[in-house]
């Protein structure tokens, strides 16, 4: 049996308001928590000693496979069986459900898929899949993301976020996530980008509010989501439904118009 970490906490209602602050939603939500909120719940808080040089923890679920390997989050799944509850316990489990191994043109690329149960009142009410690719130091961006299309489509109906670097500071603290490709201007040219990099939870965060703003309803289905390139740059942030209307998924796109982020609906 692979190795689990598990932890349980009562979903306050703080993180919720902070994280509706950070949106401009107001009122923020009530007793029941939106699809995809869960991420700033049931965080992992490692202590300093064990982060490393790019500032995600060098152990635990998931670990980088070597040393000197740089961590890129590539899309995942979320399916909700119900929303979960404000006030109430909530437990995580984690786990590696899944590891690859793959050479691509400039050197070797891990493949790990996390999984995440949120259980309450007993019962698993939300999964969720996360995919995380870790490269080498000298391994290219585009070996590993294909690049954006480009095309300036926009499709009813949209939202627009403004992603500055307060919104960057506080998405990384509301998760907990200190990878300093976010909020470090000289890492991240160090990591091959040419400005700071804008979260992909963030990206995907942003189509499930567009969903649930149009009346969209992601319980009792899969909200699959992959990051496309990387959304370099604090920008304005245009979230539009997907081709064929928002019933098949949404996409994020830059201030260019180039593709960042796609989902789909099941």
């Known amino acids: ?18 994280l509706a602050g ?10 029941e928590l939106p699809p995809l909120w869960h991420w700033i719940y049931l965080l992992e808080r490692r202590a300093q000693r064990e982060l490393g040089p790019d500032g995600h923890p ?24 119900r929303l979960l509850r404000l006030g109430e316990a909530a437990t995580r489990t984690s786990r590696v459900a899944h590891r690859a191994e793959k050479t691509g043109r400039t050197g070797p690329l891990t493949f790990v898929t996390v999984l995440n149960e ?12 996360q995919e995380i690719v870790y490269r080498t130091p000298d391994s290219t961006l585009a070996a590993a993301v294909p690049g954006g299309t480009g095309v300036p ?9 403004d992603v500055d670097t307060r919104v ?24 091959g980008y040419d400005d700071l990099v804008v979260h992909g939870p963030l990206q995907a965060l942003m189509m499930g509010e567009l969903l649930r703003r149009n009346g969209v309803d992601l319980v009792g289905r ?12 604090p920008q304005q942030m245009t979230v539009c439904a997907a081709e064929h209307g928002l019933t098949d998924g949404a996409e994020t796109r830059d201030a260019r118009g180039a593709v960042a982020a796609v989902s789909t609906l099941r």
């Open 1 to 18: 049996m692979s190795e689990q970490v598990v932890r349980s906490e009562v979903l306050a209602p703080e993180p919720a308001e902070a």
């Open 22 to 31: 950070m949106l401009d939603i107001d009122p923020p939500p009530g007793a």
């Open 58 to 81: 060098v152990s635990g679920i998931p670990a980088p496979p070597g040393p000197g390997r740089r961590r890129m989050f590539a899309g995942g799944r979320v399916r909700v069986r």
């Open 118 to 129: 949120i259980s309450q009142g007993d019962q698993v009410v939300v999964e969720d899949e």
């Open 153 to 161: 489509r926009v499709t009813e109906p949209m939202l627009t976020l």
């Open 168 to 191: 960057l500071f506080r998405f990384s603290a509301l998760t907990y996530n200190a990878h300093r490709i976010h909020y470090d201007h000289e890492f991240a040219r160090q990591d």
């Open 222 to 233: 899969e909200f699959a989501y992959r990051l496309v390139a990387p959304m370099i740059g």
